[in-house]
């Protein structure tokens, strides 16, 4: 008996088998970058179309590798959003058509939850009686810090007021002309380099909230490449590796002071595509408010986008009956997610 699950909120089609025993039994993922690498950049009407010809061949799949067939799910968990709007659809209504079709219910989940919960695939939910989990989520769409109070509860603390760290990422490499992804290659090359790093500004390191910011690092990086046009493999290696030096201090930073704010956290999961890079994994067990703490991190194939992470929490909604009806609708932003909650109030640093 099992819960099949599906993703499908970007560029990657995802398929997972999860035993209700909480044993991973499959994870398929199908990812179009190389579509997308032609244009630089996830092309929507693209991605639906690509989810459209993939979803079907990946959830067989994922149910061949699981060695069970149709009648063995007990329940289809999916990503209702945020995401791309048409993206999520051809999930969510493959979903709803195998619920139905199954008479098995619909467990319709938030991809940034999913994202924490994939720190804890293979394990049991952690504990929220003893005290909430502080998640920063890392990626393409998203730079922000929660409090996971409870499975269905994400307090946001704080948000990135313009680019996810991940789009950051992502356009840097553009400028660099290393490719689509840009967080893997530049990952790559800076952990390759060993010399001076360029002085880059790490943003809001002095502001006094847990926002974060992304664009002006953008800028000072293509401002230096400006000044200095030639590319050749030494310039382009102290770019990225300087661009990324700034980008885990901002994160580092912002999540130390979260952690100062809020004392009683004891589990730290650091999640989403960004969480595969190796800087920000290292970095991240240098910090002191991290030391007193347990940080679980994803393994890298599990930050990026998986239908694991869905299959993860799709089984805690299980347990607990929390299902959803036919009609569930996708939503683009986390604002308009049932598991987002704003924390009202926020103690001085
Ligand atoms: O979580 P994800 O797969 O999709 C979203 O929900 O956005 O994250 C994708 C993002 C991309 O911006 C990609 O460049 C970045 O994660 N990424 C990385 C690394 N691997 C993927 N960024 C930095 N270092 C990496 N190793
Ligand atoms: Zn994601």
Redesign the pocket.
Known sequence: MAILAIES??DETAAAVIALSGELKASIVRSQQKVHANYGGVVPEIASRSHCVYMLPIIEEALAQAAIDYAALKGIAVTAGPGLLGSLLVGLASAKALALGLNIPLIAVD?LEA?IAAAYIGEARPDFSRAPVMALVI????TALYLWKEVGELHLLGNTVDDAV??A??KVAAQLQLGY????V??KIAGAYQGALLPLPIPMQHSKDLQFSFSGLKTAVVQHLKLHPALNETSQAQVAASFQAAAIEALATKLAAALRRNPNVQEVVVC???A??QGLRRRLQAIPEIKTRTLKIPPPKYC??NAAMIARLGLDYFQRQQFSSLDTASYTSFSRSPVCRHEKTESPQ
Do not use: L, M
């Open positions: 909120s970007c991809h994202h990626s393409g769409g998203h991940g789009e990422f992502d992804p840009g967080g893997p530049i990952d989403g595509g960004v595969a890079n990026t986008d």
